[in-house]
């Protein structure tokens, strides 16, 4: 069965540093990897998805995460980070048939002035 | 064009109360999920449809969760004799293509509150 791992919790940051958002997955078959955002009081939004191509994937807000398939990860990075970007993020991956999502635990963004 | 819309957004029931959450998919959408999403933790898959047929609700946690979407559009989640462990955000989501990979769209969920 898939599983997705998110290695930390929370993660506290300064405005104008960089961050890493760690995340680990578990499947036997072929997988399609997303970041989803969650804002306080809002849905998920879609960060960012790895479908096929090239394993470096951006968002249009500065995020990026690179799928690294002999390490089965989807790192999610940003090398500024602003306060706006304080939410909670979800790595997911798709599963077969139907394409339900898998999702890990969740990381606190909580960005600091 | 509106997005994935649910109601109510916010639903406080009595332990035993059954319950009725609705979700309004993007028009045109094909795929339509569910999930709960517990408090801390990330959303867990419950059930999908394609269009009107239910093609799977591995994740459904009891024979008291039941939906349909009779007409391949709005779709209903139905929790029976409510207990204090299905209080949780519930979540639905669409989306336009029926293969693997294809963006889902979610709405802004239905907070159940199980007293």
């Known amino acids: 069965a898939q599983s997705v791992t998110q290695l930390d919790s929370q993660v506290p940051v300064f405005e104008e540093a960089p961050v890493e958002l760690r995340c680990n997955y578990s499947?036997?078959?072929?997988?399609?990897l997303f970041w989803y955002v969650q804002y306080p009081n809002q849905g998920l939004q879609l960060l960012l998805k790895y479908l096929s191509g090239s394993t470096l994937v951006e968002s249009i807000n500065g995020f990026e995460a690179e799928f690294n398939k002999s390490q089965t990860s989807f790192h999610l990075r940003k090398p500024s980070v602003h306060i706006s970007d304080t939410a909670e993020y979800f790595c997911a991956v798709t599963t077969l048939p139907g394409g339900k999502l898998i999702f890990g635990q969740g990381t606190e963004l909580s960005v600091k002035p | 064009g509106a997005g994935v819309s649910q109601s109510p957004r916010y639903k406080v029931a009595k332990r035993g109360q059954d319950v009725a959450l609705r979700c309004d998919p993007i028009s045109g959408h094909v795929s339509l999920f569910w999930y709960q999403q517990a408090l801390g933790q990330g959303p867990e898959f419950l059930t999908y449809?394609?269009?009107?047929?239910?093609?799977?609700k591995s994740g459904l946690p009891s024979d008291r969760f039941f939906a349909e979407r009779p007409e391949g559009s709005v779709s209903t989640l139905k929790i029976q004799r409510t207990q204090q462990e299905d209080s949780a955000v519930y979540l639905c989501a669409s989306s336009l293509a029926q293969r693997q990979g294809a963006q889902q769209y979610f709405g802004p969920g239905t907070r159940l509150t199980v007293t």
């Open positions: 449809f394609q269009n009107e047929a239910q093609l799977d």
């Open positions: 499947s036997s078959v072929s997988v399609y």
